[in-house]
């Protein structure tokens, strides 16, 4: 390698330079793609400030050789950034209303539903993952600086134990696997285990995509990112079994968030949205859909802060289904109905 960096000093070919150090970054763009990771913007303006770099050096060089190499070399980092910003932009671009347009026009069975009872929810809970066990809620709160895990009271709505994350990460999912909370961050790619009964930290792991939704079927930890996928994760290692692609009618539907393993089936919050899709562990297929467009009804939440639809719990011995969301001042237990 010292050899090569001589030879690049002698020739005076600062390309040479310049490539050994964008390899990497091509490397990844080109993993990236190749995985179907979500695109990242830092990604695509490695491309775009290597691929300019690349260009500034052959228009630099004395060296024929240095400059086509250069010209070239820029050339395909450059489209590479583009693609991956066209990319990354078009994931992007699942709005609201064409979400909602999909789902009904699927032909997808849609549900109703009928409020069985209020409760009090914290109008400063930034909600983004909640789970129901042994007669209370488990939540997960975001937010940079804000961001907790919470034992809250059903009843009252009351904290009766919260753990402060560090102020650089944004909490997310929540799942309870064997007297254990792991909860997500959205893009610092680190999850935190807790002891159910100690509110302890336990351990952190790692994982390769951003972090939205969280639950478990038993089995595996279902994990999902904002894209159309979900992710199965083994509970123990956190290690990646599988992905699974989620689609209505063969059309993927994107932004998944906040997750609920119920009877056999997944339920998952479309970010910004009043819909939970219903989907088959199997397949991948959305199976049916909950509107729960007027829940709040004159519950007055500032829409403009994203205070969405998120959060998604269920009591299994219980039979009911528990559904907040972000700053919400309430928490309702609803009943699913059948439209015609
Ligand atoms: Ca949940």
């Known amino acids: 390698m010292n050899q090569v960096f001589r030879a690049a000093e002698n020739n005076n070919c600062p390309t040479l330079f310049v ?29 775009a400030i290597f691929g300019q770099l690349f260009f500034s050096a052959a228009l630099n060089s004395t060296d024929r050789r240095c400059f086509f190499g250069g010209l070239c070399l820029g050339l395909a980092l450059a489209l590479a950034s583009v693609f991956t ?30 409020v069985i009872n209020r409760f009090p929810h914290d109008p400063t809970a930034f909600t983004q993952g909640l789970v129901y066990a042994g007669g209370v809620l488990y939540e997960s709160t975001g937010l940079l600086g804000q961001s907790t895990l919470r034992e809250v009271d059903l009843e009252t709505g009351k904290v009766r134990r919260l753990v402060k994350l560090p102020a650089r990460v944004f909490g997310e999912g929540l799942a309870l696997w064997k007297e254990r909370l792991v909860q997500l961050t959205w893009r610092s790619r680190v999850g935190f285990v807790f002891d159910r009964e100690s509110f302890q930290f336990l351990r952190q792991f790692r994982y390769m995509t951003e972090g939205w939704g969280l639950a478990h079927d038993g089995k595996q930890l279902i994990m999902s990112d904002g894209s159309a996928n979900l992710y199965f994760l083994d509970p ?34 479309v970010w910004e949205t009043d819909r939970i899709a219903r989907i088959s562990p199997d397949t991948g297929n959305v199976l049916s859909w909950v509107d729960l467009s007027g829940l709040l ?8 802060d994203g205070s969405v639809l998120n959060g998604i719990a269920y009591d299994v011995e219980g039979d009911r289904l528990f559904v907040t969301g972000k700053r919400w001042p309430q928490l309702f237990e609803i009943q699913l109905l059948p439209r015609s």
């Not at 009804?297 to 403009?304: C, E, F, L, Q, Y």
Request: glycine share 8%; net charge neutral; charged share 25%.
């Open 19 to 47: 490539f050994l150090l964008s390899f990497c970054v091509t490397a990844i763009v080109a993993y990236s793609n190749m995985r179907q990771l979500p695109r990242l913007e830092s990604e695509q303006k490695s491309g």
């Open 85 to 114: 910003g066209v990319a990354f932009a078009t994931q992007g671009q699942d709005t609201t209303g064409a979400e909602t347009k999909r789902a009904t026009a699927s032909g997808t069975p849609v549900f109703g539903y009928r």
């Open 236 to 269: 123990e290692t956190f290690a990646l079994i599988d992905r699974l692609e989620v689609k209505d009618n063969g059309v993927p539907v994107a932004k998944l968030n906040e997750l609920e393993f119920i009877k056999g089936e997944i339920f998952a919050n």
């Open 297 to 304: 009804g004159p519950v007055v939440v500032d829409k403009r």
